[in-house]
Nanobody, 115 residues
Framework: QVQLVESGGGLVQPGGSLRLSCTASGTIFTIGAMAWFRQAPGNQRELVATLTSGGSTDYADSVKGRFTISRDNAKKTVYLQMNSLKLEDTAVYYC?????????WGQGTQVTVSS
């Protein structure tokens, strides 16, 4: 079993920054490709950023230049640095990984951008 636990969400004003963390635990020795998704009320869950085990990154057009995904393999943690936050970034953010052909999701962390 693999558990993913997100943290770092909260309330921030437009233009502000937050850093989300997602830590893997359980029977997982190394984290592979990781991703961050988000889901706003009434919307489908959307892919925000991905990070392969080789270090390649990809981002949704809506967050390019503002968000950065990174990882600390020793801590089995992936981060999402979010800068220049906008109202439309408000959502529950989830991390996801696939380990041994099984998809795992965290419980989500709420990010609210509001003035």
């Amino acid at each position: 079993q693999v558990q993913l636990v997100e943290s770092g969400g909260g309330l921030v004003q437009p233009g502000g920054s937050l850093r989300l963390s997602c830590t893997a635990s359980g029977t997982i020795f190394t984290i592979g490709a990781m991703a961050w998704f988000r889901q706003a009320p009434g919307n489908q869950r959307e892919l925000v950023a991905t990070l392969t085990s080789g270090g390649s990154t990809d981002y949704a057009d809506s967050v390019k230049g503002r968000f950065t995904i990174s990882r600390d393999n020793a801590k089995k943690t992936v981060y999402l640095q979010m800068n220049s936050l906008k109202l439309e970034d408000t959502a529950v953010y989830y991390c996801q990984t696939n380990y041994r052909f099984v998809d795992y999701w965290g419980q989500g962390t709420q990010v609210t951008v509001s003035s």
